[in-house]
């Protein structure tokens, strides 16, 4: 299957500091990508959809300066989770669709906020 | 807003028998159905993809879709230890969407 590379994989960080995660899909160009986000004994919950060379598309309740997406080109997004508090610690994965539209997910990042 | 149902679990099954994994989801709009297999910190894999009524096999794995009743399963034949996990049951209404998630069901394989 396609790849979908995240990095980095784990990140501690202080209450109040900017962490900036990124997405590569590998072998394949992704106009599309997607984040989104699990709690523990969660389901993944859709946080936005990052469009190459366009604005993010954020689902409702996810605010859209606190999460910043770029999608600079078709094989690399990037989601920065601004002044990060202890709530927003959380598994964030991000995803992108390969050319038969199936969905391929990255590693995954763990964000731990102190 | 779109739902997609799974018993959470825990599915117990001894290593060797059937394991049957159930999904229905609620909007009939939906044009692709998926199931992921997710391990304990891990994210998920993509198993099987299905798009139309019937059955389609892959190895061990099976999924079922009914788009009549919104139904969807997965069945994996031989069970293995390995196969415990958390099974996640997804779906798209086609497009450029990203997918509706189940919470999943976590499936415990018994040596």
């Known amino acids: 299957g396609a790849v979908v590379s995240q990095h980095p994989s784990w990140v501690i960080c202080k209450s109040g500091t900017s962490v900036k995660i990124e997405c590569r899909s590998l072998?394949?160009?992704?106009?599309?990508m997607f984040w989104y986000r699990q709690f523990p004994k969660q389901s993944l919950m859709l946080m936005a959809t990052?469009?190459?060379?366009?604005?993010?598309?954020?689902e409702q309740g996810v605010e859209k300066d606190k999460f910043l997406i770029n999608h600079a080109s078709l094989t690399l997004s990037t989601l920065t989770v601004t002044s990060a508090h202890p709530e927003d610690s959380s598994f964030y994965i991000c995803?992108?669709?390969?050319?038969?539209?199936?969905?391929?997910f990255g590693e995954g990042s763990r964000l731990t906020v102190l | 807003q779109k739902e997609v149902e799974q018993n959470s679990g825990p599915l117990s099954v001894p290593e060797g028998a059937i394991a049957s994994l159930n999904c229905t989801y609620s909007?009939?709009?939906?044009?692709?159905f998926f199931w992921y297999r997710q391990y304990s910190g891990k994210s998920p894999e993509l198993i099987m993809s299905?798009?139309?009524?019937g059955d389609k096999e892959d190895g061990r794995f099976t999924a079922q879709l009914n788009k009549a009743s919104q139904y969807v399963s997965l069945l994996i034949r031989d069970s293995q230890p390995s196969d415990s996990a958390t099974y996640l049951c997804?779906?798209?209404?086609?497009?450029?969407?990203?997918?509706?998630f189940g919470k999943g069901t976590h499936l415990i394989i018994q040596p």
């Open positions: 995803s992108a669709r390969d050319r038969q539209r199936e969905l391929f």
């Open positions: 072998d394949f160009q992704a106009t599309t």
């Open positions: 990052s469009n190459e060379g366009s604005k993010a598309t954020y």
């Open positions: 909007d009939r709009g939906s044009q692709s």
């Open positions: 299905i798009y139309s009524n």
């Open positions: 997804a779906e798209s209404g086609g497009g450029a969407d990203g997918l509706t």
